[in-house]
């Protein structure tokens, strides 16, 4: 039983072409929704379909509800400025460059690992690259959402219409990630070391 | 990471070969060790030698590490 555990927790072969497989999926999806989907509805003249921020009341809400903040609802904005097709495609598109850098980065460590040897120090330098995307881009994916949010404001509101700036992002989580990637990419280090260490002692 | 540190440890081990009429092959049987880690030490590429290993060369090649091992001089520099 502690052998077929044992066995389950071991890193194999298929964990290594299912991780590969899952990276490129990951890579080819943030592709298509970063750059594939708005450019196809740029070129085939397609209403803009976005999420923004408004004001505007919900208009089937009962017993005299109103909307007291502004809410973020998915909107069709029918011929859209080249700007607002720009800044709606802004965040998804610096999120997919992420992705695809980030699993580059991954897909090259996992071929390291395959080959048997995982501490050298461009891996080290991969997964301190890796860390600082993790948390950097996400603050960066926010800030860029969140001016593109106020760029698109007046498209749906009017121009007397909300335009603030809103933070929508969750950063512990990315900064936890980001710390646990670090620390993965400092005990790499001192592998690394080691097995410098180990490599000349007769 | 840094750089791989200096030393200025010499080994003799091909000198004392020589004096004895001994092959690293010859050695590599005689102590254990592969030829070819012999050869890293020979060529002054070890960055460490295990107390083993010192052990079995100084009873094969009947030294001592003193006579296997010397400091070189350090450069005077500027």
Same mark, same amino acid.
């Given at each position: ?29 943030? !592709?298509?929704?970063? /750059? ?42 029918? @011929?859209?400025?080249?700007? @607002? ?14 992705? !695809? ?13 395959? =080959?048997?040897?995982? /501490? ?11 860390? /600082? ?34 933070? @929508? ?12 990637? =670090?620390?993965?990419?400092?005990? /790499? ?9 180990? @490599? =000349?002692?007769? | 990471?840094?750089?791989?540190? &200096? ?6 081990? +091909? +000198?004392?070969? &020589? ?10 049987? &005689?102590v ?17 030698i295990r107390f083993s290993t010192l052990t079995a060369l100084c009873e094969a090649?009947?030294?001592t590490p003193?006579?296997l091992?010397?400091?070189? &001089? ?5």
């Open positions: 039983m502690a052998a077929d555990r044992r066995d389950l927790l071991t890193f194999d072969r298929w964990d290594h072409w299912g991780l590969r497989g899952i990276l490129w999926l990951l890579s080819l999806g943030a !592709v298509a929704a970063g /750059f594939v989907v708005p450019v196809v509805q740029w070129v085939t003249d397609r209403a803009l379909i976005t999420t923004v921020r408004t004001d505007v009341s919900a208009a089937d809400l009962t017993r005299g509800a109103t909307v007291t903040n502004p809410v973020s609802v998915p909107v069709a904005v029918a @011929e859209p400025s080249v700007s @607002e097709r720009l800044w709606a495609a802004a965040p998804d598109a610096l999120t997919a460059l992420l992705v !695809v850098i980030v699993a580059r980065l991954l897909l090259r460590l996992l071929a390291d690992l395959r =080959g048997g040897d995982v /501490f050298l120090d461009r891996n080290v330098r991969r997964l301190e690259v890796i860390a /600082f995307l993790i948390g950097f881009g996400a603050v960066a994916v926010g800030l860029v959402d969140a001016f593109a949010t106020m760029a698109l404001a007046p498209a749906v509101n009017g121009q007397s219409g909300t335009s603030t700036f809103v933070w @929508e992002i969750t950063l512990y989580p990315w900064l936890t990630t980001m710390f646990i990637v =670090g620390a993965v990419a400092q005990a /790499f280090r001192h592998g690394a070391r080691l097995r410098a260490d180990a @490599e =000349g002692l007769v | 990471m840094p750089a791989e540190e &200096a030393h200025r440890i010499v080994c003799h081990l +091909d +000198d004392l070969l &020589a004096a004895r009429g001994l092959t690293l092959a010859a050695l590599s049987e &005689a254990g060790v592969s030829v070819v880690n012999l050869s890293v030490l020979k060529n002054q590429r070890a960055k460490a090649l009947d030294c003193g006579e091992f010397t400091v070189a &001089a350090a450069d005077s520099g500027a």
